[in-house]
């Protein structure tokens, strides 16, 4: 053994091993069975880490073959590089790289030639070896859970390493897609021992434009793991390509983890100063359309059901939730609340006001005069927010939409240059003075990107942003625009990745999962966004709430942890349990109480 020692990082050569020892870890480089043992400083394994890779085109699968070659050596005293050249059938070279730090290892992979890319696999990939072993290979799993920073249905914020995790901008509220209520949310799991052994986190680390992949997927099976990444035909590779860097460190918990990936990223652009007002107390109406439905609970008052059962459970003529975006209906609950020394700051006109979603059109028959509304609201002291459905291809023209094989539009293309010039005109006009004259925009549906390698995209250019950095492309057009035509408009997301820092004000924690406690999923949901975006307001949030208890706890809780957002004003819609005097005045209560504590 022939030691070389640096001030933090110390390299040794064995018979066919590479090790490298830090005051953090171990990580022991096995050139036969091409793996790279991860493990504490005193020597419990982590994982035994997959040194191969495969990066799909469209035309080709990538499958390393024959034997390796590993390089390893020290670059300069703060990094050793590991190098694993292989063979590949669907690029000229390929070469996955560990880079090691005293604190952490970056993973990453080159390729070398062209093509479109399709599913790529890191921390593990199909081979070929010449002992005759083929197939998928896979890091081993050598630690007890997963901690997932995206609320989930089932809520299991730490589960068992054997269960699969999503993390990215696609989903809804269908059985195994209910992963989106955060999207994107940090892309940072982290491994634990249970009941005590410290955390390994492993976090995608790239500027937000190179995620151009819609979903991070940690995919377990049979002892071993490897994440994935669909970048669906969407990327040409052009003379060589690298992906995103993962980052593997260890950390005393989660949380501590979330902080540091939210430092190892390239920073976004920071938050601007906050408006006074963007602190203040919201009122939206999406609860009270819900609980006026006329029938509380599901599935009558929620289009997702709706769109699963057929129309045939509604009878005729009953008005569901969205159709109740109405300024009668508006002008209702506020004055109610009112009565009852409720008086929001802000105010949230949810689904639908608009003729067609892509459009924004106010609907006529809805808000017979919406300028003149908002210009109301602003007599008394109020703010206006306009709920913004994203994506959301209704009344565009093809052209700027990307389609599904038989060319029906499926969601608004951000690699438009035509759509995102027709959605900086549409906000311009909703925000501007000579148009609506509104105080910005609660964006929803992030979680509906389009993905596949079916899609069709009728006139966007080559190279278009895809997945999660379209996502950003099409957050960043209308958070400028908004800003252009109101300096102090506010722009409120889902979208609690600190990528995402740069197109938004505000992180809402959106809609809670039923039925586990909502001051518990507040609680949580407040802890990750405050990990990975400190210096953003959070929006609190309030639907769908099962009880009336559930809901008096909730908006006792909520001051301490965001911004104050009640979602209800005559009942509850779940329970059909009505708020009485005593409630509104509990809401008034901890409104006045959060106002003096924002004073102060």
Known sequence: MHPVVASVIELTEGAGTYTIATADYLLQVR?????????????????????????????????????????????????????VDGSSTAWSGKSVRLRCFADRIEVRVHVEGSGALDKVQLLGGRASRPNGACGVFR??????????????????????????????????????????IFSPPPLCLAFGREPAGGWLTVGVVAPVEELRFAQMRYAPLDGGFLLEFDYDGQTDVV???????????????????????????????????????????????????????????????????????????????????FDLARQDRYDEWLARLACHGVVPGTVVVDDRWQLAYGTGEPDPAHWPDLRAWIAERHAAGQRVLLWWKAWDPTGLPESECVTDPSGRPVAADPGSPAYLERLTAIVTRLVGPDGLDADGFKVDYTQRAPTGRTSRRPTAPAGAVWGIAALHRLLATLYQAAKAAKPDALVVTHTPHPGFGDVCDMIRLNDLLEPDPAVDQLVFRHAVVTAVLPHHLIDTDQWPIADLAHWRAYVQTQGRLGVPALYYATRIDRS??????ADLELVADAWRAYRTRLNR
Request: proline residues 12%.
């Open 239 to 321: 003379d060589s390509f690298v992906t995103p860097t993962v980052v593997l460190r260890r950390v005393p918990d989660p949380w501590q983890g979330l902080a540091r990936y939210r430092a190892d990223r390239p920073p976004s652009r920071p938050a601007g100063e906050a408006a006074g007002w963007w602190a203040e107390p919201i009122f939206c109406g999406w609860g009270a359309q819900c609980a006026a439905a006329p029938i509380p609970g599901q599935p009558m008052s929620h289009p997702y059901y709706l769109s699963e059962l057929g129309p045939a459970v509604v009878p005729e003529g009953m008005p569901v939730a």
């Open 139 to 180: 890091s081993s799993i050598e630690y007890a859970s997963v901690f997932n920073p995206g609320p989930t249905e089932p809520i299991q914020v730490t589960r068992p390493a054997a269960a699969g995790v999503a993390l990215g901008i696609v989903g809804d509220a269908t059985a195994g897609r209910l992963h989106g």
């Open 31 to 83: 050139v036969p069975q091409l793996t790279a043992v991860l493990a504490d400083p005193d020597g419990r394994i982590w994982s035994r880490l997959s040194l191969f890779a495969s990066l799909d085109r469209v035309d080709r699968p990538d499958e390393t073959f024959g034997e390796p070659r590993v390089r390893v050596w020290r670059d300069g005293a703060e990094a050793v590089e590991v190098a």
């Open 576 to 581: 059909g349990e009505e708020l009485t005097a």
